[in-house]
C-alpha cells in the first residue's frame, strides 16, 4: 500500500464529490433557464418531460415519478404551466376516465428555445475531446443503469434498456451498434438517453444485450 492509498479517500467517494461540484454548476444553468422562461425549475423539467413524450400525453404520476416529487407537488407544477397556457389536460386516449396531461403549441415553443440555450456546464464539457465525450457517455449510461436497478431513479428511456438495440451488431468501430427499429446502424456517440421510441426489453433480453454492450464498451 502506497502512502496515497493509506491517506485517500475511497474513489467513488472523491468522484461524487466531483459530481456534486457539477450538478450544483448544473442547477445553476436550470435557475438561469427557468427563470428566463418565467418557470421554476421543476416546472420546466416537467414541461420538457411532457413535450418529450408527444401527442400521447403523461399521466401525473408518471410525471411525479420521472421529476422525483411527490403527487401533489407535481400537481402544482401542472396547474402553473397549465395557467400559462404551455400544457392542457385532456382526456386520455386509452382511458376517459384518465387525464393526460400534453403540451401546447406555446409549449412546444419554450422547449425549443429551452433546447436552444448553451449552459455552462454544456461549455465545459465541450472542453473535452470528441473520444472522452463519447467514453463519458458511455460511464453516465452506466451509471444511470446502475441507479435505475437499484431503483434509485425510475426507469430511463435508454438505448440499453431498449428492446430494438443490438450492441455491437456490426463490426465497423465507428457505428457498431444497430437499431432495429429504424433499422440502421449508430456509433456510442449516438447512444440516447430519452428517446421517444423506447420500447423496454423483457428481461432475458435486457440482461444479453447488456452483457454485450457492458464487455465491449468503456
Ligand atoms: S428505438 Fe430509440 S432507444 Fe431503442 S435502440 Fe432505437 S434509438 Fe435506441
Known amino acids: ?3 496515497f492509498d493509506a ?3 475511497p474513489l467513488p467517494r472523491r ?3 466531483g459530481l456534486d461540484r457539477i450538478a450544483a454548476a448544473m442547477r445553476a444553468d ?3 433557464v427557468a427563470e428566463e422562461a418565467g418557470l421554476t425549475p421543476t416546472q420546466l423539467h416537467a414541461l420538457t418531460f411532457i413535450a418529450g413524450r408527444g401527442d400521447v400525453g403523461m399521466r401525473l404520476r408518471a410525471v411525479a415519478e420521472h421529476l422525483g416529487v411527490t403527487q401533489p407537488t407535481a400537481t402544482d407544477s401542472i396547474a402553473a404551466l397549465a395557467r400559462k397556457g404551455l400544457v392542457v389536460k385532456l382526456p386520455d386516449s386509452e382511458d376517459k376516465r384518465a387525464v393526460a396531461i400534453r403540451v401546447t403549441p406555446a409549449g412546444c ?3 425549443r428555445a429551452i433546447g436552444l440555450a448553451m449552459t455552462s456546464a454544456e461549455r465545459a464539457l465541450e472542453t473535452l475531446t470528441p473520444p472522452e465525450q463519447q467514453t463519458l457517455l458511455e460511464l453516465v449510461i452506466k451509471t444511470i443503469r446502475a441507479l435505475q436497478q437499484a431503483k434509485a431513479i425510475p426507469p430511463q428511456r ?3 434498456t431498449c428492446r430494438y438495440f443490438r ?3 456490426h463490426e465497423d468501430a465507428e457505428l457498431p451498434h444497430h437499431c432495429a427499429l429504424v433499422d440502421a446502424a449508430f456509433g456510442g456517440r449516438h447512444l440516447r438517453l430519452d428517446c421517444p421510441e423506447h420500447d423496454a426489453a423483457p428481461p432475458p433480453v435486457l ?3 447488456w452483457r454485450v454492450f457492458e464487455r465491449r464498451s468503456a
Open 7 to 9: 491517506i485517500s479517500t
Open 167 to 169: 450492441p455491437y451488431a
Open 1 to 3: 500500500m502506497t502512502l
Open 109 to 111: 415553443d419554450v422547449v
Open 207 to 209: 440482461e444479453a444485450a
Open 30 to 32: 436550470e435557475w438561469g
Open 158 to 160: 435508454l438505448c440499453v
Open 15 to 17: 468522484l461524487r464529490e
